[in-house]
């Protein structure tokens, strides 16, 4: 089993609608969680950073399941420029080391 | 300011060059990365500097040598790579590593070809 699994997709949901990834994690001693975006050929940018108590940034909202052990990310409204990959990060912090786990990305593609 | 930027954009070597890939960040971050990514897959990480030591070394072939000068800069020098190494090489920072505060920031990326 991965360590970080995600959706691959590809989602391909009409403009204006609202889409969930999930994405779950095994190590229970993951620590810290974000979403990142990528478009083709960029680099990954930070989209959210992802609490305890979810968070929300706009259209986006993130929520962490500690004892389901997901995370996941809701797009409202969603707008032909949200069609990138969609990255979960788990951070693993041990006793003496830390261990920086991607997902492999769910793709999404807005159509007009 | 959250800019890490990277040199060269693009870069062609043949299997016996030697080149060097650069990357720095002045948000006075004390952690620096190195990942690979390939077409369609997630980044790989490759090296992890914490305060310009070695922290993290992922079982990355020699021709393959990283430098941190100082706190900004890291370079990661190339050898007698192989065609197999073409990819899209990322540079992240963040304010530290294995703590709270490890928010990654990724440059552009510079990518490589090998012939």
């Known amino acids: 089993r991965k360590e970080v699994e995600q959706d691959p997709g590809p989602f391909n949901v009409p403009e204006g609608a609202t889409v969930a990834f999930n994405c779950t994690y095994s190590?229970?001693?993951?620590?810290?969680f974000f979403w990142y975006r990528q478009d083709c050929r960029k680099e990954p940018k930070l989209l959210m950073s992802?609490?305890?108590s979810g968070n929300e940034d706009g259209r986006f909202t993130a929520q962490l399941n500690r004892a389901s052990q997901y995370i996941s990310l809701l797009i409202r409204d969603s707008k032909l420029s949200d069609s990138a990959t969609y990255l979960c990060v788990v951070n693993i912090r041990g006793s003496s080391a830390s261990k920086i786990i991607f997902g492999s990305g769910t793709r999404l593609s807005i159509r007009p | 300011d959250t800019e890490v930027t990277q040199t060269p954009k693009h870069l062609v070597m043949g299997m016996t060059n030697k080149k060097s890939l650069k990357c720095e960040q002045h948000?006075?971050?004390?952690?620096m990365y190195w990942y690979k990514q390939k077409a369609k897959k997630p980044p790989e990480l490759m090296f992890v500097y914490s305060y310009e030591k070695l922290s993290i070394n992922e079982s990355v072939p020699s021709r393959f040598s990283p430098e941190c000068p100082n706190s900004s800069l890291l370079n990661l020098h190339l050898h007698a790579l192989q065609p197999e190494d073409s990819a899209l090489y990322l540079c992240?920072?963040?304010?530290?590593?294995?703590?709270?505060?490890?928010?990654?920031?990724f440059g552009p990326g510079t990518r490589l070809l090998v012939l």
């Open positions: 992240a920072s963040s304010q530290e590593y294995g703590t709270s505060r490890e928010t990654q920031y």
């Open positions: 992802v609490y305890s």
């Open positions: 948000m006075g971050h004390r952690a």
């Open positions: 190590n229970s001693a993951s620590q810290s």
